[in-house]
DNA sequence: TACAATTCAATCGCGTACAATCTATAAAGA
DNA sequence: TCTTTATAGATTGTACGCGATTGAATTGTA
């Protein structure tokens, strides 16, 4: 499909794509984070609370657009490996909130070199990052504002 | 992540672009691809085949950047319904050749609207898509070329 | 021709994604 | 207050991805 002489419709060549470099930056992000021994969506929920800790599943949720299906597993395999603690709030039993064990935010300055490692391997010069980024999430509020009966915020 | 405030590092951003867009395209094939009883990969699979029938396993996997660990099970799922047959390369046994069945060839015509379908969703202009798609292709070749110990090719 | 190295597909195990369902808790309304 | 509705998280089942290994078939080489 990639240097597919047939006119494969646009939306469909753009959707694998996305596809395909999604897959290849998760390996990518692999040989970094073996050591470490996270995956790449743990690496994320930690990002997210290590630039805000305490967030309940649902608030992790809403910001990496995953629901308790794929985070409930995942907090407990965080948890199993000491960087988080859950706990139901006291206020809303309902809630759990996520909170960083010491482990967990010492775990921070390890992987602080990864994004700069990963940018390495890209090799593209910043502005065009930047814009890059910016594209990729318009397309994505235009995709969530369509379709996803879940997810809807 | 996405109207983060703080100076989270730009490889960051653009790896979490990907990985959240490519679910929520996903998502939106979901709602055509539903009807037909396929999930995105199997339909990924399924354009490959309409391009060319008869393809081996590893060259299906060569164009979807795949391995047999991912469709192997994946083929089986397409045989039990119906879609495709594989068998073993009578000139070279360790090889299984992947077939459309007539039914297989017969969803051609009724996936053929999808792209338009997805196209409306993401309601951007053509030349805009075209030029996206390219530079997300590059980015592909950039990380495959680099890392991934699989899958060299 | 023998035999080592390679290739291909299948298999296994683990970790996501996500729809659907369930339970507990909290909020809203009569 | 009592009941209905909504919300948060957990659970279940299905389907990827992919690293690692296995087994069979083929190729390369001495």
Redesign the interface.
């Known amino acids: ?2 240097a ?1 002489p ?1 006119p ?22 692999r ?1 970094f984070l073996d050591p470490l021994g996270l995956t ?1 969506p743990q690496y ?1 929920v930690l ?2 609370l290590w ?1 805000q800790d305490g967030l309940t599943v649902k608030e992790i949720g809403d ?3 995953l629901d308790s299906g794929t985070l409930t597993p995942l907090l407990k395999r965080l948890e199993s490996a000491g960087h988080i603690r859950r706990a139901r709030d006291k206020k809303d039993e309902r809630q759990v909130r996520i909170s960083l064990t010491k482990t967990g935010r010492a775990l921070r300055e390890k992987a602080e070199e ?3 490692q ?2 390495c ?4 010069p ?1 502005d065009e ?2 814009a ?2 910016e ?3 318009k ?2 509020s ?3 504002d ?3 009966p ?2 809807k915020s």
């Open positions: 499909m990639t597919n047939s494969l419709a646009l939306s469909n060549q753009l959707c694998f794509a996305f596809y395909s470099v999604s897959h290849a930056f998760s390996r990518a992000y040989q790449y994320v990002l997210v630039e910001r990496l657009f990864i994004p700069r990963v940018g391997v890209l090799g593209l910043v990052l930047r890059l980024t594209q990729v999430a397309l994505r235009r995709l969530h369509s379709a996803s879940s997810l």
